[in-house]
């Protein structure tokens, strides 16, 4: 029997590296797709679905997706390969809430985080978080706070959506915002005490408190400069198609 021990032991390893891979445990891997990858992966998807890549040899379908995407199948693969960490698109979203939740761990925004959303249901991804209202007079600063680390926590996020709630009334959105993923992605958090109300605040699409605060006067800081204005969408299809209504980023109910 002793002589057995050594084999079991082995086997015993094996089966706890085999779990380190299986694919539950690399569900809960931070998301590591940019909002451009996701969007190529999420058109990949798609395209698995056209009859006629369906009816196409297997080997053949990564390379004659890339040439219809007009890159390259070393880049296209690459994006593959990391969107597979996941099952679904559903479960990379789900990903990316854990993520946000886990980004405030240990903060002041831990107990205040409510409502936590990323919205994969189409290529363009918008987050949804909201929050509970401490300070008043750092709701600027906290709105800022938050959607750099939501881009960093869910990269994919083309927008992002955010608003903080009044304690005493949920109902009441004391602050109600909209920021470009792309601009969001651009804050640098160690200075976003100093100039969150002077300059951060401004990439947002809108940011508005209620009741409305006093802008301070403007400092010296580096100047983050929001994307050029774009229609914005909540779930457009990944084809050219008119402009939504940009009610359709309203939060989901």
């Not at 363009?124 to 960093?152: C, D, F, M, T």
Request: glycine share 6%.
């Amino acid at each position: 029997m002793s002589c057995l021990a050594p084999w079991r032991r082995g086997a015993m390893i094996l089966l706890v590296l085999a779990g380190l891979l299986s694919p539950g445990v690399a569900r809960a891997l931070p998301v590591n797709l940019s909002e451009d990858e996701f969007k190529t992966y999420d058109d990949y998807l798609d395209a698995l679905q056209d009859e006629r890549v369906v009816k196409m040899r297997p080997n053949q379908r990564l390379a004659a997706i890339a040439r219809n995407f007009k890159i390259s199948t070393a880049k296209l693969k690459g994006i593959v390969d990391k969107g597979q960490q996941w099952p679904n698109i559903e479960a990379i979203g789900k990903a990316c809430e854990d993520g946000i939740r886990a980004a405030f761990q240990g903060t002041s925004l831990a107990d205040r985080l409510d409502m936590v959303e990323v919205d994969v249901g189409n290529a363009h991804v918008v987050s949804y978080v909201s929050w509970l209202e401490g300070e008043p007079e750092r709701l600027q600063e906290e709105a800022v706070w938050i959607a750099a680390k939501v881009k960093k926590a869910a990269p994919i996020s083309a927008d992002i959506r955010i608003w903080a709630e009044d304690p005493k009334d949920k109902t009441h959105k004391v602050f109600d915002g909209l920021i470009l993923g792309e601009a969001a992605g651009r804050f640098q958090e160690s200075r976003i005490p100093d100039f969150a109300k002077t300059r951060y605040i401004k990439a947002f699409q809108f940011a508005k408190t209620d009741p409305p605060q006093i802008d301070p006067p403007p400092t010296d800081a580096p100047q983050v400069n929001a994307p050029a204005a774009t229609p914005l969408q909540t779930n457009a299809p990944p084809a050219i198609v008119p402009p939504p209504n940009p009610s359709q980023t309203d939060p989901p109910h």
